[in-house]
């Protein structure tokens, strides 16, 4: 599809290119707090799996622990999925490294390059912060029921490359061409789908392989931060059938349980 940076977001172009439209019942809104704020809101009254709210202003879009995400009209994609998962499932340990493994397949199938992935939710490209994953999960009546919220830069407007701590990037630097965003929903609406139907199946030990292979740390020194305790140094080396990421440490192999913590480069 031709790059056009300024084509809006449309409810029926997304159906056309979902092979199964049915599936999801997507809601198009112009503006919202936040997709994955409304969406719980909705899974709360009933909604069902495969709710998608997709909006192109959001007013506090969040990432984790109260972090803001930033996203500008036009310029980036931010959505959330609604998925219940059948009753008697184990928690869902590990799904937010398995929804950067569908993230990065759909992006890669589009088309782009040195897409990597570092622990536990974030989207790099050519080492960049191109996306960030936020996972949130409830229990309903012995249900597990999780809302993925994911937020994408398509362009990087100065504003919000200024306004991060961290080095942001845009996936139009690293595709053939600015992707359609209708598109772009589409597929990666497809690849989560499929990922979640085999995450059903078999958890996330199914995806390490692919995890690992888009580590951004692999082999190298990092920090892992968390409020109120002394940082853990050690030496990356990939991580479990749980998604636990497995550091090599002066005290020996540790085990690092996705949660309230940060990586950081040593
Ligand atoms: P970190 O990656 O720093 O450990 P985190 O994974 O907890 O933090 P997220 O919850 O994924 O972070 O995302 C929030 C953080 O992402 C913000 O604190 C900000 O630094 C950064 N951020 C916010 N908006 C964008 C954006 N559009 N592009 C890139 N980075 C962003």
């Known amino acids: 599809m031709q790059a056009n940076p300024s084509e809006p977001l449309s409810t029926p172009v997304i159906a056309a290119a979902l092979q199964v439209p049915e599936r999801f019942a997507i809601s198009l809104l112009d503006s919202c707090e936040s997709t994955s704020t409304l969406l719980l809101e909705r899974a709360q009254q009933g909604a069902a799996s495969g709710s998608v709210v997709v909006c192109e202003r959001q007013s506090a879009g969040r990432g984790r622990r109260g972090r803001v995400w930033l996203s500008a009209p036009g310029d980036s994609l931010t959505f959330s999925l609604l998925w219940r998962f059948p009753a008697g499932m184990p928690p869902p340990m590990g799904l937010s490294l398995a929804v950067g493994v ?9 088309g782009a390059a040195g897409v990597q ?4 939710n974030d989207v790099l490209a050519d080492g960049a912060k191109v996306g960030g994953i936020l996972v949130e999960t409830v ?6 029921v999780a809302v993925i919220g994911l937020g994408l830069n398509i362009h990087l407007p100065r504003e919000i490359a200024d306004a991060v701590d961290i080095e942001a ?6 595709m053939p061409y600015a992707p359609s965003r209708n598109l772009l929903l589409a597929n990666l609406l497809k690849a989560l789908a499929a990922m979640l139907d ?4 078999s958890g996330f030990s199914v995806f390490a392989e692919a995890w690992q292979s888009r580590h951004a740390h692999a082999g190298q020194f990092v920090r892992i931060l968390a409020e109120g305790v002394e940082p853990i140094e050690g030496r990356c080396i990939g991580v479990d059938r749980d998604g636990a990421l497995l550091l090599d440490t002066v005290s020996g192999l540790r085990r690092i349980v996705s949660g309230d913590v940060s990586l950081r480069p040593a």
């Not at 992935?117 to 536990?120: A, C, I």
């Not at 229990?139 to 597990?144: I, K, P, R, V, Y």
């Not at 990037?169 to 690293?174: D, K």
């Not at 085999?198 to 199946?201: L, V």
């Open 198 to 201: 085999a995450f059903e199946r």
């Open 139 to 144: 229990s309903e009546g012995g249900c597990h």
């Open 102 to 110: 569908a993230t990065a397949r759909a992006l890669e199938e589009m």
């Open 117 to 120: 992935l570092k622990w536990p």
């Open 169 to 174: 990037g845009a996936l139009s630097s690293v």
